[in-house]
């Protein structure tokens, strides 16, 4: 019966000295992979300040101004560009009092002559 101690006694101590071993590795893995996101929370940290700073820059008025200037070949609108309420009539002409009737293309097709016999 001691002899079964023993060997049981043996082989509970080899699978504590087993899992510690696995323990030790396990937790230096661990702690590399939290070093490896820590470093990618500091990138994307420095990321985000840069953007922050190219917005705030990028949305200065006089900055989109230039921009729009140089970039899109914008200025400001001149005299004759520029429409009071009163004048929308004679600038764009009279509103209308609903949409335009649709027209079929298709109806058009299939009945050419038709058009052509209506008086």
Known sequence: MSRRAFFFGLLVAALLVFSL?????????TAAELM???????????????LE???AHMSRRDWIEEYARKELGMAPPKADQMAYEDDLDDVVGPPTDGLAPAVDPQAEEAAPGAAEAAP
């Not at 990618?40 to 840069?50: D, P, R, Y």
């Open 36 to 50: 490896a996101v820590e470093a990618q929370i500091e990138q994307a940290q420095k990321e985000k300040a840069l």
């Open 53 to 55: 700073t190219e917005l």
């Open 21 to 29: 071993y696995r323990a030790k590795y396990g937790a230096r893995d």
